[in-house]
């Protein structure tokens, strides 16, 4: 692993990545995470995924090159031809390891698995080359919040050394409520105060209060009805515990109540 003063400090990032169709479609959101990729160079990235569900353990892909998944139907054909076969960093992942066994945990590697749409299609966006080692952590959906954001204070040294570390998931991710027949619906004014409480929240530091999410939000029940979209939150959140900035890289919504909201701490 490339020491800590070798490469420059990374930000840590959460993307919400919202529907599959993103990835062929154009627009603000596209182009925002574009941007951020051009300006924001890593030499790895680590992505906690809402879609790796591993209850009360940890994950690791360790795998040297990662295939693509599309995992979903019903979309467009071209949707399932594009690609996002980019290398793994078995070193990487060994030293994710480390870290996690220095904070207790004992992570279970894996190389069997391909990246799933909800890393692909916003690296995609971000990284169109493919040419950056990722690794994949899987979320253990078991766990509380604040467990989760102790998971991410024993990731931050990755930044040091150059890895970018990625959460994907959604803020406010219902879709029962959605209207998928209209990507440009006026959204539904509980998803929207959600939303805004959430970024204050983030902005002013109000860890606890995210914490309790579920009593301190307003509609969170409508918001976060399921905890997986919303669980890697907490792990950007611990990741970035000591950094002074929040930036916003996109804010919006689609389909009425997926709020599209993408920020990073640097």
Request: glycine share 8%; hydrophobic share 45%.
């Amino acid at each position: 692993m490339t020491s800590p003063e070798s490469a420059a400090s990374m930000p840590v990032v959460f993307i919400s990545h919202g529907s599959p169709m993103v990835a062929i479609q154009r627009g603000p959101y596209q182009d925002s995470l574009a941007e951020f990729g051009r300006k924001v160079h890593p030499r790895a990235i680590v992505a906690i995924l809402a879609h790796w569900d591993s209850s009360t353990a940890i994950g690791i892909n360790e795998a040297a090159r990662h295939s693509t998944m599309h995992d979903f139907a019903g979309f467009p054909p071209a949707l399932y031809e594009l690609t996002y076969n980019a290398p793994g960093s078995p070193e990487v992942a060994k030293y994710i390891a480390s870290l996690l066994r220095e904070g207790k945990w004992e992570p279970g590697i894996t190389t069997g698995r391909g990246l799933d749409h909800g890393v692909w299609i916003p690296l995609r966006l971000m990284y169109p080359g493919a040419d950056i080692p990722v690794v994949e952590l899987s979320i253990p959906l078991q766990f509380s919040p604040e467990e989760l954001y102790r998971i991410g204070e024993a990731l931050a040294p990755l930044r040091r050394g150059g890895v970018l570390i990625l959460g994907s998931g959604g803020v406010v991710h219902n879709l029962r409520l959605a209207d998928f027949g209209d990507v440009h619906q006026a959204v539904a004014p509980w998803a929207a105060e959600f939303d805004a409480w959430f970024r204050d929240a983030v902005e002013q530091k109000k860890f606890a209060d995210l914490f309790r999410f579920q009593e301190t939000a307003p509609h969170a029940r409508l918001a976060v009805p399921t905890f997986e979209h919303f669980a890697p939150v907490f792990v950007v959140l611990g990741a970035g515990s000591t950094v002074s900035r929040v930036s916003t890289i996109y804010e919006g919504f689609e389909h009425a109540n997926i709020s599209m909201r993408s920020f990073a701490m640097a």
